[in-house]
């Protein structure tokens, strides 16, 4: 069983950088993780993932070069540094742990979800 939490989330105008956290309790170091976002009216999709086993990652491409995610498995902790922030960023944040030995892009194949913390970029 993992419980994650996220935090970091916040108002912003646009360019400027956040940086969010998901702390993780339970069993971490073996789940690959992911960071999801869902703006309002749409549906939650994958901005980057990360393996635990090589720590090598996955970008969606509107978020490539902008966004970097990283994990602490001594901390129990993921992170995903947000610079370059657009309106277009803005969205509820969540943090999301899966078992599968590969790095799925849908909600469906993961099995531990944070709360969600919330991301607003103003223009």
């Known amino acids: 069983q993992v419980q994650l939490v996220e935090s970091g989330g916040g108002l912003v105008q646009a360019g400027e950088s956040l940086r969010l956290s998901c702390a993780a309790s339970?069993?971490?170091?073996?789940?690959?993780m992911a960071w999801f976002r869902q703006a309002p009216g749409k549906e939650r999709e994958i901005v980057a993932g990360i393996v635990w086993s090589d720590s090598s990652t996955y970008y969606k491409d509107s978020v490539k070069g902008r966004f970097t995610i990283s994990r602490d498995n001594a901390k129990n902790t993921v992170y995903l540094q947000m610079n370059s922030l657009k309106p277009e960023d803005t969205a509820v944040y969540y943090c999301a742990a899966t078992r599968s030995t590969w790095l799925p892009r849908t909600v469906r194949n993961y099995d531990y979800w944070g709360q969600g913390t919330p991301v607003t970029v103003s223009s």
């Open positions: 339970g069993t971490f170091s073996s789940y690959n």
